[in-house]
């Protein structure tokens, strides 16, 4: 049974125009976490959420935010996306105590046109 | 410096053959180490995680050298199904973060 779920799949949008993905997951976990992975690149922290606490990287642009209304799912929006933010997004939790391992939902490939 | 550094390869291996990967990181406070095994297109999945003492897992050993702040991962008798791209994980001063390696890309050939 998926763990860590993340719709659509596959996301094409257009230039400048916005885009939400979405991430769900039925384990219960505090921490939910937001990657751009690149091709041939590491994963790159957009940002994390420990309960309804937000945690945004230094280096993330202000064209993402994100929104977590409960403990099972998170949003992820993108304002105006241009076409550097092609990428796979991937949505991860962990329990949140002693540094625990994560786990990943599938991914959302976005093409931005 | 990058929090962590991996070789990004690729490791072209004949199958049954041995290969080991190594990984460095900057924070000497950090204390979850993994090893994420990820597949063309797909998610990272774990592979395992690294401990004090080392571990094994079939034909995985993982290892953590502390004092040069690096971990290694070694693969005996290597599978063609192992071919992928292999990250190496540790976390930051916030126990709740984590930081990718790029990423070693292993080729099992037949």
């Not at chain 1, 929006?77 to 990943?104: H, K, N, V, W």
């Not at chain 2, 406070?29 to 995680?49: G, H, I, N, V």
Request: net charge positive; glycine share 6%; aromatic share 14%.
């Amino acid at each position: 049974d998926a763990m860590v779920i993340q719709n659509p799949r596959y996301q094409v949008t257009q230039f400048g125009k916005p885009v939400t993905l979405s991430c769900s997951q039925t384990l219960n976990h505090n921490v939910m976490y937001w990657y751009q992975q690149k091709s041939s690149q590491a994963p790159k922290l957009l940002f994390h959420y420990y309960d309804k606490d937000f945690n945004n990287e230094a280096d993330t642009p202000d064209n993402f935010q994100s929104r977590r209304p409960n403990t099972s799912f998170c949003f992820l929006d993108i304002r105006s996306p241009g076409l550097g933010d092609a990428a796979m997004y991937l949505c991860a939790t962990s329990r949140g105590r002693d540094a625990e391992t994560q786990y990943f939902g599938p991914g959302t490939r976005l093409l931005v046109l | 410096r990058k929090e962590v550094e991996q070789d990004p390869g690729p490791f072209n291996v004949p199958e049954g053959a041995t290969v080991a990967f190594n990984c460095t990181y900057s924070n000497s406070a950090s204390q979850s180490f993994f090893w994420y095994r990820q597949d063309c297109r797909k998610e990272p999945k774990l592979l395992m995680s690294v401990y004090s003492s080392g571990n094994e897992d079939g034909r995985f050993t993982a290892q953590l050298n502390r004092a040069s702040q690096y971990i290694s991962l070694l693969i005996r008798d290597s599978k063609l199904s192992d071919s992928a791209t292999y990250l190496c994980v540790v976390n930051g001063n916030n126990f709740n973060k984590f930081y990718f390696g790029s990423g070693t890309k292993l080729n099992v050939k037949p």
